[in-house]
């Protein structure tokens, strides 16, 4: 037996017994999103971190509908600690607003245990359109929108994604005709950007670092309220020239810990110091790092929080944009 091993049948045995049930299989830790992306990158590392303090721990994707498939299977999942959730901002501040209002409550259906890790979105805008209109500043960007109205058409993965309010919540402060054209995911959207089908985008760093990188595009801001550790130069929209209405600009991906509601508290502190314990390992640091994620880690609090905040923040937006889905 290895030491991993030995350390997780060893915490097992020490364990209460909602940890110890699922048919011995151990925790359940649902993935809302197909293997192969972002979150599910994150949630792996993290599972075998956590069951050297939880015991058996493994992770199911259940993909669909955005991301609410998963979540309303955990939401009527027993609250006995053996079914958790790692969710982001979209599915449970964003989807409510845009059609996964009948699957489940965000607020009410759920017990917050933690956050777990941001990641920033990116303005960026195709070289060659950075080039030929000259570009190479939001004001610039801003400034070039007004006059050739409707001529910028901008990228998003999809309606009611971060990267698509982003772009919405930029068009309506800065009151700019900028063409939407969405795609089929991430990977759509960066080929898009690279080959000038579309000239601008908020692109989640994690997707777009090397590019920006290499100059095939050019990154004007970052959508959160600091500057990105990978990007120290490139400033925030909220730094932008008070004219252009971007002050407190702030529009990124958040990934969280949920169960299902009315967890007991004791099984939700020691999920969470678990969690907590592993993101602030230093080899797990690195891992998330790898993937542009910045670990964050909070009481369940601090999450219930956020999700009320994101909730309002997204409500009028993403109602009006869910005409495009109907």
């Known amino acids: 037996m290895n030491r991993r091993s030995l350390l997780a049948a060893t915490a097992s045995t020490a364990l209460p017994a909602w940890a110890q ?3 011995g299989q151990g925790i359940r830790l649902v993935v ?4 192969g992306g972002v979150i599910d990158a994150l949630a792996r590392p993290l599972a075998d971190h956590v069951q050297e303090r939880l015991g ?21 999942a027993q609250p006995d600690g053996n079914t958790l ?27 917050p ?3 777990l ?36 058409t901008y990228a998003s993965p999809g309606i009611g994604t971060t990267s698509h309010l982003a772009a919405e ?9 900028i063409n939407h054209q969405p795609y089929a995911g991430v990977n759509a959207v960066s080929k898009a950007l690279l080959s000038g089908e579309v000239d601008i985008g908020f692109q989640n760093l994690s997707s777009s670092a090397a590019d ?26 909220n730094e932008s020239p008070s004219n252009l209405r971007l002050a407190g600009f702030d529009v990124g991906i958040w990934i969280g810990l949920f169960g299902p509601a009315r967890m007991a508290r004791d099984q939700v502190m020691r999920i969470n110091a678990a969690f907590g314990d592993a993101l602030n390992s230093p080899v797990l640091r690195e891992k998330l790092r790898a993937l542009k994620a910045e670990p964050s880690p909070s009481t369940p609090e601090q999450l219930a929080a956020l999700v009320r905040t994101d909730l309002a923040r997204y409500q009028p937006l993403a109602k009006r944009e869910r005409a495009q889905l109907e």
């Open 21 to 23: 049930q699922a048919g």
């Open 32 to 35: 809302p999103f197909s293997p």
């Open 56 to 76: 058996p721990l493994y992770v199911d994707n259940i993909a669909g509908l955005r991301g609410s498939t998963g979540a309303a299977f955990v939401a009527k």
């Open 85 to 111: 959730l790692i969710s982001s901002v979209v599915t449970q501040a964003i989807n409510p607003w845009i059609g996964a209002a009948s699957l489940y409550d965000p607020v009410r259906d759920f017990t």
């Open 113 to 115: 245990i933690s956050l």
């Open 117 to 152: 890790a941001r990641i920033t979105n990116v303005l960026v805008v195709n070289r060659e359109t950075a080039r030929r209109a000259r570009i190479t500043s939001v004001a610039a960007l801003v400034e070039y929108a007004l006059n050739h109205p409707g001529r910028l």
């Open 169 to 177: 919540m930029f068009k309506e402060r800065t009151r700019t005709q």
């Open 212 to 237: 920006i990188r290499s100059g095939r595009l050019k990154a004007l801001a970052v959508s959160g309220l600091s500057r990105s550790i990978d990007l120290p130069d490139v400033p925030t929209l």
